[in-house]
């Protein structure tokens, strides 16, 4: 099975999502500990979507994140650009509106969205700093965006316990419970790689978004970041 590396081909980041996608929910619920279902719902609450509004969420996989919002009666449009993660998720969630598209060139008309939300994606995406421009460019003004990643522990001798975690226990866990483990060793070194609260928080503003906050989860594994489309 394929697995990308940090240059982050688009093609090549399909293709490994497309191999672990049967399988991709549980394994994710194994090596995070159970932790996934509480940042789903910190980022529900973040969003605060409304019955009727207009929800994107992108990198949405097989549209177990979306649930939330569809729940609370909002119009939610699933998006990602592996298929095999849709096709697993449309067996699943049929009535999902699960849409393929590429988080730099959304397959979307401007202003159309009342918030926008993207949860352990935007690191896979080549171009970050263009899907959050694109992000911006299909919420209306005034949209809210929220986008939930690893991020730095913030208590030092806790990082390194963690990035050792990654490197070192991530992989054989991945053996066990993966269809393919290789993807999990791109997975914890993309985390590695990725800047920190403050340098995400810094691009946010630069791609126009206003009012950009951020707050820890689970001692800062996870940053909820914020921002509106003023």
């Not at 490994?16 to 789903?40: C, H, I, P």
């Not at 095999?84 to 849409?99: C, E, I, Q, Y």
């Not at 694109?134 to 991020?151: D, H």
Request: aromatic share 8%; proline share 5%.
């Amino acid at each position: 099975m394929s697995r990308a590396d940090l240059e982050k081909q688009p093609q090549d980041v399909a293709a490994m999502f497309d191999g672990v996608a049967e399988k991709y929910d549980v394994t994710n619920d194994v090596l995070s500990l159970g932790q996934t279902r509480l940042w789903r719902k910190a980022v529900a609450r973040a969003l605060d979507v409304r019955a009727g509004e207009r929800v994107l969420d992108l990198g949405a996989g097989t549209g177990t994140s979306s649930l939330p919002f569809a729940a609370a009666g909002a119009q939610v449009v699933p998006c990602d650009f592996s298929l095999g993660m849709l096709a697993h998720g449309k067996k699943r969630h049929p009535h999902l509106a699960l849409t393929a598209g590429d988080a730099t060139r959304l397959p979307f008309g401007d202003g159309v969205f009342d918030a926008v939300t993207i949860s352990f994606a935007l690191r896979n995406v080549q171009d970050a700093d263009a899907a959050l421009r694109e992000m911006r460019r299909v919420a209306r003004p005034g949209g809210r965006l929220v986008i939930c990643e690893f991020s730095h522990p913030t208590y030092g001798p806790f990082r390194k316990v963690y990035t050792e975690y990654l490197m070192r226990a991530l992989p054989p866990v991945a053996t066990a419970v993966s269809s393919n483990p290789d993807a999990y060793v791109y997975l914890a070194e993309s985390i590695r790689a990725w800047p920190d609260q403050r340098a995400l928080a810094g691009r946010l503003q630069k791609a126009g978004w206003s009012s950009v906050a951020w707050r820890n989860l689970s001692g800062g594994i996870v940053a909820l970041h914020r921002g509106v489309n003023a």
